[in-house]
Nanobody, 116 residues
Framework: QVQLVESGGGLVQAGGSLRLSCTSS????????MGWYRQAPGKERELVAT???????NYADSVKGRFAISRDKAFKTVYLQMNSVNTEDTAVYYC??????????WGQGTQVTVSS
C-alpha cells in the first residue's frame, strides 16, 4: 500500500515563499517519477513540476524561475520550493508518484492560498 502525504500548504502573501513536501510510504519499489500538480477552482488540473529518479526536472512555463522541485536521496520525499508566489498560484497542490508509466499514485492535496 502506497500513500502520499502532502504538507506545507497554507496562506502566503504575494511575493512570499513557502515549501511543500510530499512524503511517501508503503512502496516496495523506487519511484520512477514524482511530481507536483495543481488545480485551481474551475480549472483543469495542471502539471507544475516533475522530477525523475535521475534528477531531471521539468517545469510548467508559468512557474519556471520561481519554483524548484527536489527530492531526497531515497526518492521518498519530494519538495516544491515556491518563491515569488502570486495570486495565480492559488490552488490545491497534489503530489503524484509513479512506479511505472501506468501505475500512478496521488496524494490528497494541500491548499495553497496566495493573498494580494
Amino acid at each position: 500500500q502506497v500513500q502520499l502525504v502532502e504538507s506545507g500548504g497554507g496562506l502566503v502573501q504575494a511575493g512570499g515563499s513557502l515549501r511543500l513536501s510530499c512524503t511517501s510510504s508503503g512502496s516496495l519499489f523506487s519511484f520512477s517519477a514524482m511530481g507536483w500538480y495543481r488545480q485551481a477552482p474551475g480549472k483543469e488540473r495542471e502539471l507544475v513540476a516533475t522530477i525523475v529518479g535521475g534528477g531531471i526536472t521539468n517545469y510548467a512555463d508559468s512557474v519556471k524561475g520561481r519554483f524548484a522541485i527536489s527530492r531526497d536521496k531515497a526518492f521518498k520525499t519530494v519538495y516544491l520550493q515556491m518563491n515569488s508566489v502570486n495570486t495565480e498560484d492559488t490552488a490545491v497542490y497534489y503530489c503524484r508518484a509513479n512506479t511505472s508509466p501506468t501505475v500512478t499514485y496521488w496524494g490528497q492535496g494541500t491548499q495553497v492560498t496566495v493573498s494580494s
